[in-house]
Structure formats: structure tokens, C-alpha cells
């Protein structure tokens, strides 16, 4: 039987035909399909490297060889602490002596490196060495690597030992830094000082005096209004105490052992007859101090550290003027292999590994892999199954370089913050042995880096080290209250008050790893309606003037409270006084 369809079913048929048609191509050209997955071109994979500082384009160079240089060139002994912000000098040296198609060994220059941790000895050499050079210009040259948040002492020493041979044969600092401690130097104590800074009223930290790491407690401190007592004969129940060790390993040492001794009991800066015991609290060192301390007896953490303290200790390398200006070329040529040098550890694996290699042979200590693994910075259980921050070092480019000495962008000079800072933290700890210290324009001969900055911009390719700051403060580290001076009733800073507010932008460069708190308080005169936008106002006032000197506005968090956080009663003039203040607090 057939089916007889009138015009419009078979209209309706041919209509429903092409839809099922179009709606089936459709679907099959929508259907997933597996396609080649969407790349991002031109990252290098760094999974150990995140501050890579070559991350486009990268070209590896080839590692040095395992034979010495012989290229003749000008002979220096070059000697260095243990410290694992060197590594890119190991990289450039490709040895303990030059190695062939090392940077150095490219440079011209045949390189000895030399271990020695004890600063004075150090000292002696270079005094030495100036004395030989000026009778023998052949002489094989001695250049010396130290912290640089110790030399404002160091070189004030070394000026006045010098001081007989002549002008000529001063000590200068030439602008060869090529890294930092970035956590590897740091204060250890008991978790309650970092609960409360309070705590560590009447305890005692043991470190080398007037050098390096006791510099961090001292900041420290200073930031969270805590007194320091500098004798290290006595002992002040009001205060922190510091016990000598010989360097930064005997400090540890002191911990791990009990060490104890006698001190004399002081009051008000008087001794009072009495004696007292004390044993070691808190320890100042690094690496591998900090590992000693937590695998041997462990119990104490990272306090501060060069990881807050972000500018505090570039390594700095010391000359005698004479030879640094008749081998200027060698000295701008050891610049470029360093930056070169600086910018492969930070973006290559293998060349991060070549020079904890280095390290090890250089410091005959440990092993390639234990220096990799620090210079990274862990964190670990210690012995008593405390979570512990150990190590933490960066490399510089040449970028990096220029931030150092104010050649940078932003042209803040962060070693002059941090050479003045600890400069004038020497002379109000120690005025008898250090009135004065030798002024940093002196000190630092810039004239080496400018050259190479003008001639060879294209090493300025690589990333310089960048820090992330939090978009607010959740953490602590040290807070402390300021009398700025204001108009009346406004936010008009006083011009009386600019010294204090340098004062504290350079205590911030020093602390380029914390982000600024500024907080306005006011007292409880009048309303909160005026009260409150006052603060505001004020504290916003000294962000201003903390940008304007070169601090970046993410970093500086500005807030105001009025009269609801009073530090003292606002029954008495003296109190409200006190109340009326501006709170820096450092913090992550």
C-alpha cells in the first residue's frame, strides 16, 4: 500500500531533511578534538631557579674545563670567608686557581682563591701586601672579600694600619659585589623572642663583636626599642647581652657546648659589686653555623635574618687604591665576568651546581651538594623537631650591581644606607675604640662600575632581584613609636623632622625584605571625627615622603587610628605626648 502525501508533508519532510542535515555538520565540526596544546614560547624551564634572571633567550655558556688557565695574565691571591654569596666568583674562577675558559681565564686574570675567616688576619695581609707593593709594583696583587654591613669598622681599621705607607695605599671598596646573604646570616633564638621581641630582655646572644652577624641583633633590636649592652664584661638585666666568639662558627659552638661564664652585675650603667653567671641564649652566624646548631642540639629559630634585612650584607671587596687605579682594566673586567658570571648561576642548574662544586674545594668543607642545598635555602626539622629556616644566598648581575650603589633606576644608594646605618651603630655602641668612621664617599670608588655601566649597556639584559611584597602586613618583626613633628592641626610635616624620617627610609632600604607599616595615633583631645582623618592624613604624609626618597608605594602600607590604640594614660601631658606618635612597623 502506498502512502499518498499532500504538497505541505512533503514540504514539511524536505524541511526536517536539511535541518537534521546542518545540525549533524554542526555537531561533527564542534565534537573535541585533539589538537597540539598551546605552548609558552620562549620560557626556560628552571624548576630550581625561580628568580631566573635569563629567562628569554637564554644562552648557557660553556663550563669551564678541569685544567689551569694559562693565559698569563695579571696574578692575584683573593681571599674569602666561607659564604655561599660568592657563588658566582666560583663560577667565574672555575676553581680554588683560574681555570681554562673560565670568565677569569677569558678576563685575563689568573685568580687564587684563598679561605680565611678570621678578619683580622685577612687585615694583616692586606697590609702586608700594600707594604711589598710599594716597593715591587710586580707584586702579585691580594684583594679581600668581606660582609658589608662590617665594614664601616673594618675599613676605618685598615685606613689608620695603612695610614704610614701614604695616601696612595689607602683602602678603597671597588664595586666588584657579586652577591648577598638572603637568609643565610640571621640572629637564632628561643621561639618566645619572636612571639615577643620583649623576651630577650636580659638573655645573651654569642657572636663576633663589632662585626657581621651580631650587626643583625643590633638592628633588630634597635627597630623594637630593645638596649644592647656593648660590654661584654657585664651584664644588664634591662638589656640584651652579647658574648664574644672567635668567628661564626665558634658561636655556634659556645651554644651547642653550654658554655657558660662569670660577668659583673650592672645597674644603670654602674656595676654594683655583685657577679652573676650567664650562658648563651641566642646565637648570630650562618652557614654552616646555622646547620651545626640545628643538628646538634637544636631548640632555636630564625629570629631576623639577611632574608628581612634584604640589603643588609652584599659582599664587598676591598683594595689597595694604587693597585686597584694602575690595573683599572682588570678590575672592570673582573665586573663583566662576574655579572656574566651572575646571570648563568641564577638562570642555569648546571651552573649553579659547577659552582657549589667550586665552593666545596675553595672552603675544603662539606660538598658540592651540601652548599647547593644551602645556598637555596631549606627548611628543616631540627634536632628537636623545631621547623628551622637554614642558608639562603642570591647572586648579582650587573643590574644588580647598579641598584647596589645607587646607578639603578630608582638611584637609591642601598649600600650607603647600609654602610651609614651600621657605621653609626658602631659609634654609639663603641665610642671609646670607634668615634668616627671613614665617610662612605671616601670608602666606596663607584668610578670602575660607571665605566662599565656606560660602555657595555648590553649586559644589562638580565632581570635584576626583585622583591614581592604582601598587600598587608599579617606578621611582625619589629615595631617601634616616633615623634614626628606636625603642624598644628594638619599633616604638614615640620622641616625639624626630616633627619628622623631619612633615619628611618634608610633603616627601610636596609630592610628591603619587609614591607613598611606607617600608622598615625593621635591622643584623645578632641573628637573622633577629627581625630581619626588627622592620623590618616599624617601617616599618609610620611608614605608621601618615603616615596619621594625612592621607596616604591606597594611597599609602604599607610593606615590611621586616631585616639583608639594610646600607649600611655591620656590623664597627663607626658602621656598624651606619647600617645601622639607615628608606629613604623616592619613586617611580611
Same mark, same amino acid.
Given at each position: 500500500? #502506498? ?34 596544546? #598551546?605552548?609558552? =614560547? ?42 655561599? #654569596? ?60 668581606? @660582609? ?39 640572629? @637564632? ?15 645573651? =646572644? ?14 633588630? $633590636? ?55 653567671? +650567664?650562658?648563651?641564649?641566642? +646565637? ?62 641564577? #638562570? ?38 623545631? *621547623? ?23 638611584? =637609591? ?11 653609626? !651603630? ?37 632581570? $635584576?632581584?626583585?622583591? *614581592? ?31 628622623? !624620617? ?5 633603616? $627601610? ?55 583608639? *590604640? ?15 606618635? =607615628? ?6
Amino acid at each position: 500500500m #502506498s502512502l499518498k502525501l499532500k504538497p505541505a508533508g512533503k514540504l514539511f519532510i524536505i524541511v526536517a531533511v536539511v535541518a537534521a542535515g546542518i545540525l549533524g555538520v554542526r555537531w561533527y565540526q564542534a565534537r573535541p578534538k585533539q589538537v597540539s596544546e #598551546s605552548l609558552q =614560547v620562549g620560557k626556560v624551564v628552571l624548576p630550581d631557579a625561580p628568580e631566573a634572571s635569563l629567562s628569554d633567550n637564554a644562552v648557557q655558556l660553556p663550563l669551564p674545563e678541569s685544567s689551569p688557565a694559562a693565559n698569563g695574565g695579571t696574578q692575584i691571591t683573593w681571599l674569602r670567608m666561607a659564604w655561599n #654569596s660568592q657563588f658566582s666568583a666560583m663560577y667565574a674562577n672555575g676553581g680554588a686557581r683560574t681555570m681554562q675558559g673560565s670568565l677569569f681565564d677569558k678576563a685575563h686574570l689568573d685568580v687564587t682563591y684563598t679561605r680565611q675567616d678570621d678578619c683580622n688576619k685577612q687585615m694583616a695581609d692586606l697590609v702586608k701586601f700594600a707594604q711589598e707593593y710599594k716597593n715591587n709594583t710586580a707584586a702579585t696583587g691580594v684583594l679581600i672579600t668581606f @660582609m658589608g654591613d662590617g665594614m664601616p669598622a673594618f675599613m676605618t681599621s685598615l685606613a689608620k694600619e695603612l695610614e704610614p705607607l701614604g695616601p696612595e695605599y689607602q683602602p678603597i671598596i671597588i664595586p666588584v659585589t657579586h652577591g648577598k646573604s638572603y637568609g643565610e646570616d640571621q640572629v @637564632m633564638g628561643p621561639q618566645q623572642w619572636k612571639i615577643d621581641p620583649k623576651n630577650a630582655i636580659g638573655k645573651c =646572644v654569642a657572636g663576633v663583636l663589632r662585626d657581621g652577624d651580631i650587626n643583625i641583633l643590633l638592628k633588630w $633590636a634597635g627597630d623594637n626599642g630593645l638596649k644592647v649592652n656593648p660590654d661584654e664584661t657585664t651584664y644588664d638585666a634591662t638589656a640584651i647581652n652579647i658574648i664574644a666568639a672567635n668567628d661564626f662558627l665558634d658561636a655556634p659552638n659556645k651554644y651547642i657546648a653550654g658554655y657558660t661564664e662569670n660577668r659583673k652585675v650592672m645597674v644603670n650603667g654602674k656595676t654594683t659589686g655583685k657577679d652573676t653567671t +650567664v650562658g648563651v641564649d641566642g +646565637v648570630a652566624t650562618w652557614t654552616p653555623g646555622d646547620v651545626n646548631v640545628a643538628v646538634k642540639k637544636g631548640g632555636l629559630v630564625t629570629i631576623a635574618s639577611t632574608r628581612q634585612y634584604a640589603s643588609q650584607m652584599p659582599n664587598q671587596t676591598i683594595a689597595i687604591k694604587k693597585w686597584a687605579y694602575d690595573h683599572r682594566t682588570d678590575v672592570e673586567n673582573m665586573i663583566i665576568a662576574l655579572a656574566q658570571a651572575g646571570d648563568q648561576v641564577r #638562570s642555569f642548574n648546571e651552573a649553579k651546581a659547577f659552582a657549589a662544586k667550586v665552593s666545596a674545594e675553595v672552603y675544603n668543607e662539606q660538598d658540592g651538594a651540601y652548599w647547593l642545598k644551602y645556598f637555596n635555602g631549606v627548611e628543616e626539622k631540627d634536632i628537636q623537631g623545631l *621547623k628551622v629556616t637554614l642558608g639562603g644566598s642570591a647572586v648579582f648581575n650587573l643590574q644588580d650591581m647598579a641598584n647596589t650603589y645607587g646607578l639603578g633606576n630608582d638611584k =637609591v644608594d642601598r649600600y650607603k644606607a647600609v654602610y651609614n646605618t651600621f657605621g653609626n !651603630l658602631m659609634v654609639k655602641m663603641y665610642p671609646t675604640l670607634m668615634p668616627s668612621f671613614m665617610p662612605y664617599e671616601k670608602a666606596v670608588d663607584k668610578t670602575f662600575l660607571q665605566t662599565v655601566l656606560a660602555n657595555h649597556p648590553e649586559l644589562l639584559q638580565g632581570k $635584576a632581584i626583585e622583591t *614581592k611584597y604582601a598587600s598587608e602586613i599579617t606578621s611582625e618583626v619589629s615595631s617601634k613609636s616616633y615623634s614626628i613633628e606636625f603642624e598644628t592641626g594638619s599633616a604638614n610635616i615640620r622641616s625639624s623632622s626630616y633627619k628622623l !624620617l631619612d633615619e628611618i627610609f634608610e633603616s $627601610a632600604v636596609v630592610a628591603e625584605g619587609l614591607k613598611v607599616g606607617v600608622y598615625g595615633h593621635t591622643d584623645n583631645s578632641g573628637s573622633d571625627a577629627v581625630n581619626l582623618p588627622l592620623s590618616e592624613k599624617r601617616a599618609n604624609a610620611v608614605k608621601e615622603y618615603l616615596q619621594n626618597k625612592g621607596l616604591t608605594g606597594n611597599r609602604i602600607e599607610a593606615k590611621g587610628y586616631g585616639s583608639a *590604640k594610646p600607649i600611655a594614660s591620656n590623664n597627663s601631658e607626658s602621656g598624651r605626648s606619647q600617645n601622639r606618635r =607615628v608606629e613604623i612597623v616592619l613586617g611580611q
